[in-house]
């Protein structure tokens, strides 16, 4: 489904923090943000776009959709969700993500 997303239309989802549930019924809700001089600084994770089309009560429409890519949870995520987190790109990373070759766009 978001092939052609990797391939051409990738993005920068942009962010301050990330929330991730623990548990169920009732799920504890627990939130991550990155250290800086301020409060929750801004970053970016990798994301791709696509337009969804349907079938609207008016006839055909067309909407922009994004995914949010995700990696395996680091250690700070793990005991909280263990199996993946987004991916968070560093500002060095952003040109790689967006223009790179679509086999291998970071060197990670």
């Known amino acids: 489904m978001w092939k052609n997303s990797f391939e051409e239309r990738r993005c ?3 962010a301050s923090s990330f929330c991730e549930a623990q548990g169920r019924n009732p799920a504890t809700y627990h939130w991550f943000a990155l250290k800086g001089s301020g409060a929750r600084p801004p970053f970016a994770f990798a994301g791709m776009w696509q337009v969804s089309r349907y ?5 055909p429409e067309e ?3 994004y995914t949010v890519i ?3 949870a680091n250690d700070i995520v793990r005991p909280i969700h263990p199996q ?3 991916v968070i790109l560093r500002p060095s990373d952003y040109e790689a993500w967006l223009g790179g070759a679509p086999r291998r766009p970071l060197n990670y």
Do not use: F, H, Q, Y
């Not at 079938?55 to 006839?59: F, L, P």
């Open 12 to 14: 920068l989802v942009p």
């Open 55 to 59: 079938e609207g009560k008016e006839g």
């Open 70 to 72: 995700t990696t395996s």
């Open 84 to 86: 993946r987190m987004p």
């Open 63 to 65: 909407v922009p959709a």
